[in-house]
Structure formats: C-alpha cells, structure tokens
C-alpha cells in the first residue's frame, strides 16, 4: 500500500466532491457541487489502464475547477478495491453507492437492475436491501454483448438499430459469453436473419438476469435499470420491460449512479488534488501476483522446438503447373471457414483460411469461382465438406459427400501418425478430442457449457488489450513470468487480467498465462484427465490454436511429452475432408459447375413451422432453380421429398400412451397435476387414482418455450436441473387454469424394482415440491398438496393417503381410497408391461430390418421435447432404432456396481448398460442435465459398464438451449466409429 501526508486547507460548507466508479471495464467519473448538483461527468473504457486512465481524469477535473484544490473523493466500483487501496483512498462498496444515490434522487424505487461490463446485480430495496449478484461467470453482461456484436460483425449501435427490425426471437445461451456462440453459429449458417439473432441476444441476456439473479423472487414495482448496457441499448430495456411485465425507469444520468453514490458517501475523505495526481504518477507497482514457469529458457530451445514441429509437414504442389484430378474438402467451422484442395498424391493445390463473417456460402462460392478461373486443367473429381455449416454447404453447391468432424480430423491425423491414439483439436470456440483403441475412434470429448479453453478465449483478450492474435500470442513466448491464472470464465477473467496487471504483470506474462489457461480448460475441463499417461502415447494436436507455439508448449509442458502439430494444424478438417472424399473413388462430381455459379442465388427467409408440436423456428434457404435447405427443423415433416424409413422411436411411444389419459368429467371436482419430473412415469397411477375417487384429473400440456418462461421469475437457483426448472411454469399454468387444488406430492421412495441396494428418488425429484410451495407465492390461495406419501409401502400408503385427502375434502371413505389404490397399482403395472413389450418389439423389428438400436438413458422425464429437444428423432434419422432403459431394464438382474446403487432410476440405467453390452447391434447414449449432482457418479459407472466390454460410451448433456449441433457431431460420431469398427473387422477377415 502506497500512503501520503496531505496538506489540507478546508473551506467548510464550499467543498466539492469527486466520485470514482472503477468498474470491470469503465472509468465513471463525477464531481459534485456543495449542493450536490452534477458539475462534472466522465465515462470512458480504461482498457484495463487504471491508474493511468485516473490520473488524466484527475488533471481533466483540475483543468475544469482551477480554483479548487482540495476535495472530497471516494472510489467505487467492481475493480476500484485495488486502486483505493493502493492511493490511500477511501473506498465505498458498489451496492451501497447504489442504494446511496437511489434514495436521494428516486425514493419511491422498489428494485435496481444494473448491468455492467462483465457484473449484474439486482437490489431489492423494500422490506430490508437484499442483493444479488453474479459470481464466477459473466454471461449476459455487457462484455457478453459486446462479443456477441463482434461475432455478428457489427457496432454495438448497429446491433441495437437492427433488432428494432427483428420478426422472431431465437433461443440463445448467455450463461457463457463464449459459447453462446454455439447456439448462434449454426443459426448464421442456416441462414438465420441478423436482426432476429440482435434482438434474440437482448432477450438471451434479460433471461440470464432474471433466472441467474432474481432467483425466485418476482420483479415488480418501480424498476430501475442502471449501467451501460441499460443506458445505451434501448432494445435491451424494451425486452425487460416486455418480459417482466413493467415500465421500468432509465434515469438521467444512469451511467453515474454509483460514482454519485461514491461522490455522496459519508466515507469520503478531503484530498488534495495535486499531491493525489503526483503520488499516483510517481509510484512504482511491484510485481505480486502467482507465476508459472517460463515456457522456454532461452531462444536456442524455443530454436529446438520449432525445428522439431517443422519436420511434420504435408507438402503443397504448384496449382499452375498441375493438370488432373483434384479433391476438394471443406471446413464450415464454428468462426471460420476452410478450405484444400489435394492432387493424387494427396499434396495441397491450393487452400484457404477466413473468417466466416457470419454466412460461409458467399466464401465458398468465391473460393471455387477462383479455383475454376484460375486452375482451368484441375478437375475437381470429388468433395466433402464438414463442420457446423456442413449441411447448408451441401445443399448450396452439391458437394458430393458430408462427413462427420470427428471422422475428417481423424482421417487427417492418420496420414502425420498412422498410430495415432489421441487427437484433440481447439477451434474459434468448440474443443474435441477423442481417443482412438484398436484403429477406431473409442470416445469423444466435447465441451459442452464453457468454451473458456478454445481460441475465442484468447482472441477476446487479444482485441480487449489492442493487439491483433498473432501478435499477442508471440508477446509471450519468452515472458519470464508468465501469470498463473488457472481457469476461469472467459469473460470473467477480465478480472483476473486486471488484477494481475495491477500486481506489475507485463502483457507478455498476462498473454503466456492466457495461454497456459487454454491449455489446462482443455485437459482438466474438457477431458478430465487423471494424468498424462492416461491419454495416449501418440498424441496429435490440431486446430487453429495451436497454430500458437505459446499454447502448443503449454500443451506439451503441462503432459510432460512431445506431440505431433501437423504444419496444416488449422486446416486439418478441411485436408481430412478432402482425403475422404478422395477416398470414396468417384467416377464423377456433384459439385455446381462454373457456369452453375455464375447463376447461383441465395435467399433466406424465416417462418415458424406448424406441421408440429414443435413449432420450431425454420430458416427457408433458396438457392437457384428453387433448391432449398431448410435449417432448425427438429423433424422431417417440413423437408419435402425426404425419405421417411421406419421410425422406431420409444420416447414417441411413451408419450403417446400418456396422452390416453385425458380428463373425465367428476363430481368431486377438478384435480390439477403438473407434468413434470416423475409424473412422466406415475400420471397412470395418480390419473387412474383420481379418477376413481370421481375427480376430473387436469394436466398440464407437454413442455414448451413459453411454459419454460412461464415460471422463470420463481426459480430460485439457476443451478438446479432443466427439467426441475421446468416445474414452476407447470404449476403456472395450472394456476392460470384456474384449477383450485393441485396435486405434487413428495415421495422419497420409488416402487422397489429389485435392481439397486435402495429405492430412493433423487432428491430434486423427491422434494421439489417444498421448493415450488417456497416460491409460487399464488399458491396460497389454492389447495396446494404437497405432502409426503410412500407409494413404495402399498398398505400403509392405502392409510396415509386416505387421511391426507380427509384434510382438504368430505366423505372420501377408506373403501372408496383402498378400491382406487388397487386400480391405480394395476394400471400402473399395464403401463410398465405395455413399455417392455414394445422394447422387445422394437428390438425384434430392428432386427429384422438390419437397422442398429440405441438405448437413449435417461430418466422418465427425459422423453420431454423440451427437455429432450427431439434428440430421439434426431437418433431416429440416420435410420437407428431408440429404445429407452426402462424398456429393456427388467431383463437383468441386479448388477454389481462400485457405488451405493440406491436410487430407482440410476438402477435402471446400469441394467440397461449391462444388457446391451453383448449385444453388437445395440449401443448407449445416456443423456445428463446441467446441474445433477448424481450423474455426476452414474455417467462414471455407465462409461466403466460399457467400456469394460469393449462398447463406446457417449454422454449428451442437456438444458434449455436446443442447439442440436454438438448433439449431431456425438451421434454421428459414434455412428461412424461403429461403421469403421465393422469395417475393420471386415477387412480383418479378407
């Protein structure tokens, strides 16, 4: 800490007064009067220049109020702790400068929300301040939108004007400002319109404060919005104001609440001016924060490295001088878009590297436009194409083949190391790596909620400090104390960032430490390595972030081995495509001609299809000669023409049979049960329980966006699961009904199945309802029951529930419940029957059609479409048989397991892995939601399962964004291993 003697000379009653609000990305400054009126305003980003940045706007108030020298300052703000600290200021937390300021200039406010640059919070004012802030992750904060506008390629001004225009609002995730990316890239390249995808990131980042912050408490009243974002994005406001129902107010002057606060706080301190602008331009900041080793000792080592990574090398052959056969392979990529172009003897011709602004088609085209004017003797004999954009790439210009991610990269790994074992490829915002036992891909890592590992990561912090990535990757080849910033949030590392420049970090240890932090997301986060040994011995890396020598040597000094970067390490999927399409020996090409491109066209239209339950949101891409690609479609129905083969789907059965159950008129009134968690499995029992007693049983509908948004504003952890989320707009909607008494009981125990030591529900699923009665404040003025039962104990249940039902109606007899209860375990078992019956019938059938079966494992609720987001049917088209655990479960007895096997569910799943593990045509993929703890401990039990028996194990985990992409790539992926596996053992016996 830096400390000075002040002289002072005090002029009571004539002070002015300075506050400072040090936010994570802006400089907010305001001078007072001795009447407290704004005299002074400054905002602007300091580009993480603090202490610079205060200084010139000390000297600025200086030249502005020549006559004062001495006033009352205090500092505020998410990164102002450091600086007050370190200046001998006073200093003033952030929520109170707020509440400060609110109560002098808007009394009345009932709550703030203020959104910042990478912080959120919203204060509740009455009945005693409560606050709410974000905390490891900055999603949905203005550093989120500036990301999302660069991804789109227009100004922060540009994003707000277009999504004044927007017809539609997309689901996107803001609860990673990287990987939000995910949900918005394959939208781009389908064609999405940008104003609909502006005005979709607005909406995207008022769900995250609400469902992140508000955590079960409702919004109402007088609202405040504050901060930049709220201040300078009019459509921002208009989307909170739409979504929670209110006229929320934007102050004068919203940006300077906290500075004001600050300014008006009774912690200020009397300061003199020059001496505060002379200590801060004279101290010196010694260097205090955690290091890492240099990556190399010297430049003859860095010399060594390169000359070693040199020698893997694919070579380029002179595109003027060849005439013949040619292949070509793209890579519509995540950010980018890349394209080779390989002769006979598999050396590049030609390739290229750019960014995808948005929409690949217009690149492509020019890319073969160029190649065909310029290369007349190439002919292109055949072509693949592979990456997000794969699908509108292929219908745009007839590429002959498409090819699954995992396959071209794989396949161009094998021409550097035909032994290879472990590829791993970091993209703009995607990581996949996957394992590769006996020739054949044996498991796939994707990321799947953070991207804080991928290029992106660095190439935000590159732009953020003003250099471009090339050049900030070099800065820190030689640091010599690299910043150990371990991992984190990628936008929320901009703290770390200026926290370590603070403590005298230079940027070429702040750019190596970026690197070394890719490196350890990817290993500890991604893949979760145990250690070095457990991923391979013959490693190769790939993508366009290890084009990084910074990151490469993080990579290899973290395993402590040597691996094989490929000199095309950015083009390996597009060289991998080409590869492939070179091996399927086609007599001739698909691909659209010269004189095909010279009339190509491109049009892009949205619609909201209604062919389905689904009504998912279309993007109609029409090419020339009315060809279409139709993109976000979740089933076949809105593709004219497709081919429909047998659809054997167990989640369509399931939830068809559940529809039987409709309401019958009873004297008794009506009965409201949500359809959510475990009455996907028990609506037979209680339907026909209810039923029985003359209560006419009301559901709520199948799960959709709008139930989802129903119920936001009264869930109280964004953490909790997707389908527990999903209780509370179930429960709204049955309140909206206008039903008078609900029913969602709690149940610790299941029915006992004799699979497991226990029969216990989850927790979530066995208590839920507690939580619902904490938050759904409506409830109150219905028959909410919610009590505790046991199902799982037939006589007792018979007793408890006949009480129960005495507390909340008349002359319900016990013969009345005991006859209910005896119907209502009957059906419940038909229903159970009529399930196993019809995995035993689908299995037969798929059989008989050679057609390969997977068990898509989850829970009951699981067969949800919003919760499932139609991954069944998705299975379903690339002609694969789904069948559920439940349906094929009792067909093994009790499996040892290494964990206490206690819970119903869980134990269904390790008897559905157990039963298909000698069986050829069969294969697994369990789905997992964000947030459960237990899956945590099955998926490690399943993979173990599987795996000890020479099966693939694929996870795909879920919540409520229905971005299909990384779920496509997963089941493709095993899809093709599988292909490769028969194959292999094909050619093995010939």
């Known amino acids: 800490m830096c400390s000075r003697i002040y002289s002072i000379t005090i002029r009571i009653g004539e002070i002015m007064r300075i506050g400072l609000d040090v936010g994570s990305t802006t400089l907010k400054c305001v001078v007072l009067d001795s009447r407290d009126n704004l005299v002074f305003h400054s905002y602007e980003r300091h580009l993480s220049q603090i202490s610079e940045k205060t200084c010139l706007l000390l000297k600025q108030i200086k030249e502005k109020f020549p006559e004062e020298q001495d006033f009352r300052i205090c500092i505020s703000g998410s990164a102002g702790m450091g600086l007050a600290e ?25 709550i703030v929300i203020e959104l910042g640059g990478e912080d959120a919070k919203i204060l509740f004012l009455k009945n005693g301040m409560d606050v709410r802030m974000n905390g490891s992750c900055a999603g949905g904060t203005g550093a989120f939108i500036d990301q999302m506008a660069t991804l789109l390629n227009v100004s922060l001004v540009d994003l707000n004007e277009m999504a004044k225009d927007h017809n539609k609002i997309y689901t996107i995730a803001s609860r990673c400002g990287v990987f939000a990316k995910s949900d918005i890239q394959p939208l781009l390249n389908q064609g999405a319109r940008k104003e609909d995808i502006a005005a979709s990131i607005f909406v995207a980042v008022v769900n995250q404060t609400i469902a992140g912050l508000a955590q079960g408490r409702e919004i109402g009243g007088q609202v405040v919005y504050l901060g930049g974002p709220l201040t300078f994005f009019s459509e921002l406001k208009k989307s909170f104001d739409k979504i929670l129902g209110v006229n929320g107010l934007c102050p004068e002057n919203s940006l300077y609440f906290v500075a004001m606060g600050a300014a008006l706080s009774q912690n200020s301190e009397l300061k003199n001016i020059d001496e505060l602008i002379e200590n801060i331009q004279n101290s010196k900041v010694e260097i205090n924060y955690a290091t890492s080793q240099p990556l190399f000792k010297n430049e003859e080592e860095y010399d060594e490295f390169v000359t070693r990574h040199s020698k893997e090398m694919v070579k380029y052959s002179n595109p003027d001088a060849y005439k013949g056969n040619a292949y070509l392979g793209i890579d519509a990529g995540s950010t980018t878009v890349k394209m080779t172009l390989i002769d006979d003897n598999e050396e590049i011709l030609y390739s290229d590297y750019l960014s995808n602004s948005g929409n690949p088609v217009p690149i492509v085209k020019d890319f073969l436009m160029n190649i065909y004017n310029k290369y007349p003797y190439i002919k292109l004999k055949s072509s693949a194409v592979t990456g997000y954009g794969e699908e509108i790439i292929k219908n745009a210009f007839n590429i002959d083949f498409g090819v699954v991610e995992t396959i071209a990269h794989f396949t161009a790994a094998k021409k550097f190391k035909p032994d290879v074992d472990f590829i791993i490829d970091i993209g703009g915002q995607d990581i996949k790596c996957f394992k590769i036992r006996n020739g054949v891909i044996d498991n796939i890592f994707l990321n799947e909620a953070c991207s804080s590992g991928c290029g992106s990561f660095l190439q935000t912090f590159a732009g953020a400090l003003g250099y471009s990535i090339d050049d900030f990757a070099k800065l820190g080849l030689f640091a010599d ?43 500890y986060k991604v893949i979760r390595a145990s250690s070095a040994e457990s991923l391979g011995e013959n490693i190769v890396v790939q993508g366009g972030t290890f084009h990084n020598d910074v990151v490469l040597r993080a990579f290899e000094k973290e395993l402590n081995k040597d691996v094989v970067r490929p000199n095309i390490s950015g083009l390996m999927g597009a060289y991998g495509a080409a590869l492939y399409a070179k091996g399927k020996n086609k007599e001739e090409s698909t691909i659209l001609s010269l004189e095909d491109l010279s009339n190509f066209t491109h049009k892009v239209k949205a619609v909201t299809c209604g062919l389905c339950s689904n009504h998912c949101r279309l993007t109609i891409n029409t090419f020339d000669g009315n060809r279409k690609y139709i993109g976000g479609n979740r089933c076949e129905r809105p593709i004219k023409h497709k081919k429909i083969g047998l659809k054997l789907n167990m989640f369509d059965y399931k939830l068809s049979l559940l529809s039987e159950y409709k309401p019958q008129k009873g004297k008794r009134g009506k009965i409201g049960i949500p359809m959510s968690l475990n009455m996907y499995e028990l609506l037979p029992f209680w339907h026909t329980f209810f039923t029985e007693l003359d209560f006419e049983v009301i559901t709520s509908p199948t799960s959709n966006r709008d139930i989802y948004l129903k119920g936001q504003h009264t869930i109280p952890s964004d953490t909790v699961c997707f389908p527990a989320k999903l209780v509370h707009g179930h429960i709204e909607y049955l309140l909206d009904a206008g039903v008078d008494t609900i029913f969602y009981p709690c149940l610790t125990y299941n029915l006992d199945e004799g699979k497991g030591d226990n029969r216990y529900n989850c927790p979530v699923v066995a208590y839920y309802p507690e939580v619902i009665k904490a938050n759904v404040s409506r409830l109150d003025k219905v028959n909410f029951i919610y009590d505790y039962l046991g199902i799982h104990r037939k006589k007792d249940f018979e007793k408890s529930i006949h009480k129960i039902l005495n507390n909340y109606f008349e002359d319900i007899s016990f013969k009345e419940v005991k006859k209910a209860v005896e119907l209502s375990f009957a059906e419940y078992d038909s229903y159970m029957n009529k399930i196993h019956n019809k995995g035993m019938e689908i299995i037969d059938l798929a059989q008989k059609n050679n057609m390969p079966i997977i068990v898509l494992a989850g829970r009951p609720y699981h067969i949800d479409p919003e919760i499932n987001h139609g991954i069944a049917k998705l299975i379903n088209e690339f002609g694969v048989a789904v069948i559920s655990e439940d349906s094929i479960s009792q067909n093994v007895d009790k499996v040892p397991t290494n964990v206490l096997n206690q819970w119903t569910y869980h134990a269904r799943l390790y008897a559905a892995a157990k039963y298909i593990t000698d069986k050829p045509n069969m294969n697994l993929i369990q789905l997992v939601s964000f947030g459960c703890g237990l899956d945590a401990i099955t998926s490690d039990e399943v993979k173990e399962l599987l795996e000890s028996e020479g099966k693939i194990y694929t996870q795909i985990k879920i919540d409520e964004i229905t971005n299909l992409g990384a779920v496509k790539i997963r089941v493709r992926s095993l899809l093709a291993a599988l292909e490769q596996g028969k194959e292999r053992i094909y050619n093995g016996k010939n």
Do not use: H, W
Request: aromatic share 8%; hydrophobic share 40%; with cysteine.
């Open 86 to 110: 370190y200046y001998d200021i006073p200093f003033v937390q952030e929520v109170y400068a707020t509440r400060i300021s609110i109560s002098k200039i808007i009394p009345n406010a009932d």
């Open 481 to 523: 104390k690299p910043v150990d910033l371990g991992s984190r949030c990628t936008v929320f590392m901009n703290s770390s960032v200026k926290q370590a420049q603070k403590d005298g970090a230079t940027i070429e240890n702040i750019s190596a430490g970026l690197s070394m932090s890719v490196v350890k997301n990817a290993i």
